[in-house]
């Protein structure tokens, strides 16, 4: 059995993927971009990490739609169509028996063209709100598979949650040996530069509260270059954590990130508190959103992207080490909208209807 899968949400593909390794008639290969974003020729993070994973990657060009006019617009339409003709010539290359996307515009030329195949695709959904590749993709999709039970569920949904990663499932808290607290700074895969600068801006003081781990993620602005000068006591700066992931977030007190919702699925499943400054332009205020489901069940603080600066950065670390013991307690509450099941039964699902319907 062959299952395809594709897009750009990677943490819970890498969880998932763990997972339908455990099958021995399953070979799985992954559609997916070359590069982080338009405009930027970073190598994304799956380009270089599935190999390591022994997974077949195959780069797709394709575009998307933008609610903004700007100079990668014309471009990025121009691509849609060379991602469904790509999208023919894998799909008959590879012969799938499934597809599996997990959100993004990178996944739509592969499961619409999968769809006249009459290809069995199964759509997850990692958020609280459904972007607008994800709308495309349902549409065509035979199954939806969802994260959270908060959402409206038709009768192609089914609820499995969020995959974990297993570095995360098997992550023991461990007290780190330093004297001051641990904090823990990533923007995601493609980094935050915003966060980045607000970061060096305040970073002199920042390092007499707390042992600073930075995650700068890797862009055209060069930012791990630059910070990596400063690397120094109470400092450590890398661009990425692959299995150290873990390890971090092991040790950390207190996370400062996006509002992602995978990273925040991780956090809420380790009962790490965490301060976030949500993304605010993205299609239906998704990560503000995430943020505030969140901060509901107690996990996380709101730092919004609109008052963030050197000093407020500093000030609202500052006053969250000195509750951290209070925060923390919240934090183990959260977990409670966590299924550490997810992977489990999202490969289950993917294999079990694979099976259903193997004579397309």
Request: overall charge positive.
């Amino acid at each position: 059995m062959k299952v395809m899968l594709t897009g750009a949400h990677f943490t819970p593909t890498v969880a998932t993927i763990e997972e339908l390794k455990k099958y021995p008639s399953v070979e799985v290969v992954y559609v997916g971009r070359q590069t982080t974003q338009e405009g930027d020729s970073t190598a994304s993070w799956e380009s270089f990490q599935l190999p390591k994973l022994r997974i077949k990657f195959i780069p797709i060009i394709t575009g998307r739609l933008q609610r903004e006019f700007t100079i990668y617009t014309i471009p990025s339409l121009l691509k849609i169509p060379i991602g469904l003709l790509q999208s023919f010539y894998i799909i008959l290359k590879e012969k799938p028996d499934i597809i599996v996307s997990f959100g993004g515009y990178v996944a739509v030329p592969v499961v619409a063209v999968g769809w006249l195949f009459s290809i069995p695709i199964i759509v997850h959904e990692q958020t609280l709100v459904s972007g607008l590749a994800n709308k495309i993709s349902s549409f065509f999709a035979d199954k939806i598979a969802v994260s959270f039970k908060q959402r409206q569920l038709g009768q192609k949904v089914v609820v499995t949650g969020n995959p974990i990663r297993r570095e995360i499932l098997e992550v023991k808290r461990r007290k780190s040996y330093t004297k001051m607290p641990v904090v823990l700074i990533s923007g995601g895969n493609q980094g935050s530069h915003l966060l980045n600068t607000v970061v060096e801006q305040s970073l002199d003081k920042l390092t007499k509260i707390a042992d600073i781990v930075h995650l700068t993620g890797d862009s055209k602005f060069h930012d791990f270059e630059r910070l990596q000068k400063r690397q120094k006591d109470h400092y450590l700066v890398k661009k990425w954590a692959g299995k150290e992931w873990g390890e971090y977030l092991s040790k950390a007190d207190l996370v400062i990130c996006r509002a992602g919702i995978n990273t925040l699925t991780e956090l809420a499943y380790l009962m790490v508190p965490a301060l976030v400054i949500p993304i605010p332009y993205l299609y239906q205020d998704e990560q503000n959103i995430n943020a505030k489901f969140f901060a509901t069940a107690g996990l996380v603080q709101i730092l919004p992207q609109s008052k963030l600066s050197a000093n407020t950065l500093l000030k609202s670390v500052d006053t969250m080490l000195k509750d951290l013991s209070h925060l923390k307690d919240k934090a183990r509450e959260a977990k409670k909208v966590v299924n550490a099941d997810a992977a489990k039964r999202l490969a289950l699902e993917i294999y079990i209807y694979a099976n259903q319907n193997s004579n397309h």
